[in-house]
Nanobody, 123 residues
Framework: VQLQAYGGGLVQPGGSLRLSCAAS????????MGWFRQAPGKEREFVAA????????SVADSVKGRFTVSRDNDKDTVYLQMNSLKPADTAVYYC?????????????????WGQGTLVTVSS
C-alpha cells in the first residue's frame, strides 16, 4: 500500500483546509484509514480515522466539531476537512492505513504511512 498526502499549506486562524490522501492499494475499500499529526517537539498524535466502508469514524477530542474525516472508495482517497483552524493545529499531518474493519488511535496499529503534509496556522 502506498499513500500520498497533500493539501497542506499556510492558513490564517479560523480558516479551513482539506487534506487528501491518495492510496495505491489492491483493495482500498477493505482498508481502514487514519490521520495523525506531529507538531514540532511533540509526539505523533491521533487525529481521525475512518473504517473501510465509511460507516464508522472517529475524531480526537481536540478537533471534534472542527475536523471531519471522509473517504471516496471510487477514488481511493480519504479526506480530512479542517475548519476553524487554530495555531495549535500546526503540524505535519500523516495519513496511515491498515487492513481490516477496526480503526485505532494507536499509530502502531497502522503499518503503512504517507509522507506527511505540513499545515501551518498563523496570521
Amino acid at each position: 500500500v502506498q499513500l500520498q498526502a497533500y493539501g497542506g499549506g499556510l492558513v490564517q486562524p479560523g480558516g479551513s483546509l482539506r487534506l487528501s490522501c491518495a492510496a495505491s492499494a489492491p483493495t482500498f475499500s477493505s482498508i481502514t484509514m487514519g490521520w495523525f499529526r506531529q507538531a514540532p517537539g511533540k509526539e505523533r498524535e491521533f487525529v481521525a480515522a475512518i473504517q473501510w466502508s465509511g460507516r464508522d469514524r472517529s475524531v480526537a477530542d481536540s478537533v471534534k466539531g472542527r475536523f471531519t474525516v471522509s473517504r471516496d472508495n471510487d477514488k481511493d482517497t480519504v479526506y480530512l476537512q479542517m475548519n476553524s483552524l487554530k495555531p495549535a493545529d500546526t503540524a505535519v499531518y500523516y495519513c496511515a492505513a491498515r487492513e481490516g474493519y477496526h480503526y485505532y488511535s494507536n499509530a502502531e496499529k497502522y503499518p503503512w504511512w504517507g509522507q506527511g503534509t505540513l499545515v501551518t496556522v498563523s496570521s
